[in-house]
């Protein structure tokens, strides 16, 4: 059998996006429980490092860096629906286990990107506000105001590289891992590949996920309940879309 990507208009984003919505409504009980999952996470990164909305910022970042990782129960909700199988939520919480090796190389990568990250945004925060950092409502300000633009520039750019590397690599590939049992390099090449033939529909689809989770972290993580499982059924949907399936 062998992968290759296919080619989608720019709209299919939206429909991959309605979807996952249906999934989510199919499902409900069990899609939700990984919504509150997800929202105790992001409550739990508030928590700890609530002192310091630097850290929280970029714990938060992390967290969205390890999101394809993190929905793989609902890639198998979606699968079972896809089937015509009642959605089975004690089945999904260990549905990683047939390629648990591959998945795990995965999730390591993605770890030590986010960590990178975590720890760049955390000197970049240093450099700009050797004083110690300003109060919330100062640097939502600022961020407005574009009165720092150096730091605004440096740390969203630097992010984005970050978050395009990870997204680059994961479009399909821990769904593909997940159904075709495929190794993790031959996953991520196959996610790149994707993303090189569908630019244009892979930036909307970019910014319909950043839109998705930053809807939740704007909620009080409360919106993750409902955002981030969409976002997680929507993905199954795109990941089924955009591989294309040959055998020899």
Same mark, same amino acid.
């Given at each position: 059998? $062998?992968? $290759?990507?296919?080619?989608?208009?720019?709209? =299919?984003?939206?429909?991959?996006?309605? %979807?996952? @919505?249906? %999934?989510?409504?199919?499902?409900?009980?069990?899609?939700?429980?990984?919504?509150?999952?997800?929202?105790?996470?992001?409550?739990?990164?508030?928590? @700890?490092?609530?002192?310091?909305?630097?850290?929280?910022? =970029?714990?938060? $970042?992390?967290?969205?860096?390890?999101?394809?990782?993190?929905?793989?129960?609902?890639?198998?909700?979606?699968?079972?629906? *896809?089937?015509? *199988?009642?959605? %089975?939520?004690?089945?999904?919480?260990?549905?990683?286990?047939?390629?648990?090796?591959? !998945?795990?190389?995965?999730?390591?990568?993605?770890?030590?990107?986010?960590?990178?990250? =975590?720890?760049?945004?955390?000197?970049?925060?240093?450099?700009?506000?050797?004083?110690?950092?300003?109060?919330?409502?100062?640097?939502?300000?600022?961020?407005?105001?574009? *009165?720092?633009?150096?730091?605004?520039?440096?740390?969203?750019?630097?992010?984005?590289?970050?978050?395009?590397?990870? @997204?680059? /690599?994961?479009?399909?590939?821990?769904?593909?891992?997940? %159904?075709?049992?495929?190794?993790?390099?031959?996953?991520?090449?196959?996610? !790149?590949?994707?993303?090189?033939?569908?630019?244009?529909?892979?930036?909307?689809?970019?910014?319909?996920?950043?839109?998705?989770?930053?809807?939740?972290? !704007?909620?009080?993580?409360?919106?993750?309940?409902?955002?981030?499982? /969409? =976002?997680?059924?929507?993905?199954?949907?795109?990941?089924? $879309? !955009?591989?294309?399936?040959?055998?020899?």
């Amino acid at each position: 059998m $062998s992968l $290759s990507p296919r080619q989608v208009s720019l709209g =299919a984003p939206f429909l991959w996006l309605k %979807d996952g @919505f249906r %999934d989510l409504c199919r499902a409900q009980f069990a899609s939700l429980f990984y919504g509150v999952c997800y929202a105790l996470m992001g409550w739990t990164i508030a928590f @700890f490092n609530g002192t310091s909305y630097g850290l929280t910022l =970029a714990a938060a $970042s992390a967290f969205m860096l390890l999101g394809p990782i993190l929905a793989i129960g609902l890639y198998d909700l979606s699968n079972d629906l *896809e089937k015509s *199988e009642p959605p %089975d939520l004690r089945k999904s919480l260990t549905c990683w286990r047939p390629n648990i090796s591959n !998945l795990a190389l995965f999730a390591l990568v993605c770890t030590i990107v986010a960590l990178i990250w =975590a720890r760049a945004s955390a000197v970049i925060f240093a450099v700009f506000y050797n004083t110690g950092l300003p109060e919330m409502a100062d640097f939502a300000r600022a961020i407005v105001s574009l *009165e720092n633009i150096e730091f605004i520039v440096i740390y969203f750019g630097i992010g984005l590289v970050f978050a395009t590397f990870i @997204f680059a /690599i994961s479009v399909v590939s821990v769904p593909l891992m997940y %159904d075709r049992k495929t190794d993790a390099i031959t996953a991520a090449l196959t996610s !790149l590949a994707v993303v090189a033939k569908n630019p244009g529909p892979m930036v909307v689809w970019a910014v319909i996920l950043v839109t998705l989770i930053t809807v939740g972290f !704007l909620t009080g993580f409360l919106g993750l309940i409902y955002t981030a499982p /969409i =976002a997680g059924h929507a993905t199954w949907h795109a990941y089924k $879309s !955009l591989v294309r399936f040959e055998t020899a």
